[in-house]
């Protein structure tokens, strides 16, 4: 067990709708990273929050948004959702830069249909 | 383009039997290289990290390497277990963005 959580642990939803994601970082993380990982792509960087403020961008569709609350927990959120955006979206943290150890949750599985 | 390829795609062997794992990277400059194990439909657990001056790193049955002239890294695995059966993939922390990039990664099947 990683310590981060992520809820919900299965989504189904259909083209066109928008979803909420959340994440929980280990105790005293102050970093949060989200990944996507679909069958053909990979791993893939989507952005970092750290202590609440955006740190990088990846390869964030504008369609999605992320943001870290003040107790750090973060929420990922896709909208206007596409067939193409069934994957498993994995959030990570890690102590302080990226640079650092990170600690991959269990992943939420999102199937669009 | 940093880019970071996996060698094989896939890799079948009996319990017991060593093997190794590869990677190829055009990644730079990057801070650490980083092995991951990823059962399926789970989160990855890092196996090793290794900076860009070491030459290896050991973690138990799994020892990593890095030549950074022919730019390749490999994970070898000793005395397999049924327990091993995951993905592995090696992952850079570095490029221009300062971000981890992902290889596809090698899906390891052992076999008793």
């Known amino acids: 067990d990683s310590g981060v959580t992520q809820t919900p642990k299965h989504l189904i939803t259909a083209t066109g709708q928008r979803v909420t994601l959340r994440c929980s970082p280990r105790s005293g993380d102050l970093s949060v990273y989200w990944y996507q990982q679909s069958l053909d792509q990979g791993l893939q960087f989507l952005i970092q929050?750290?202590?609440?403020?955006?740190?990088a961008k990846g390869n964030i569709l504008e369609r999605f948004s992320a943001q870290q609350f003040p107790d750090l927990h973060s929420e990922l959120n896709l909208s206007s959702l596409e067939l193409g955006d069934s994957a498993l979206y994995f959030c990570?943290?890690?102590?302080?830069?990226?640079?650092?150890?990170?600690?991959f949750g269990p992943g939420t599985r999102l199937t669009v249909t | 383009k940093n880019q970071v390829e996996q060698s094989p795609q896939s890799l079948i062997i009996l319990e017991g039997k060593n093997c190794t794992l590869q990677?190829?990277?055009?990644?730079?400059?990057?801070?650490?290289l980083r092995w991951y194990k990823q059962d399926t439909g789970r989160g990855p657990v890092s196996l090793t990290i290794m900076t860009f001056s070491e030459n290896t790193k050991s973690n138990g049955r799994y020892t990593a390497t890095l030549d950074a002239d022919t730019k390749q890294s490999s994970l070898h695995i000793t005395a397999s277990q049924l327990s091993d059966s995951a993905s592995y993939i090696c992952a850079f922390y570095g490029g221009a963005t300062n971000k981890l990039i992902f290889g596809t990664g090698t899906l390891l099947a052992v076999q008793p």
């Open positions: 990677c190829n990277y055009t990644v730079s400059p990057f801070s650490n």
């Open positions: 929050y750290y202590n609440g403020e955006e740190r």
């Open positions: 990570a943290s890690s102590g302080s830069g990226g640079v650092y150890e990170q600690y």
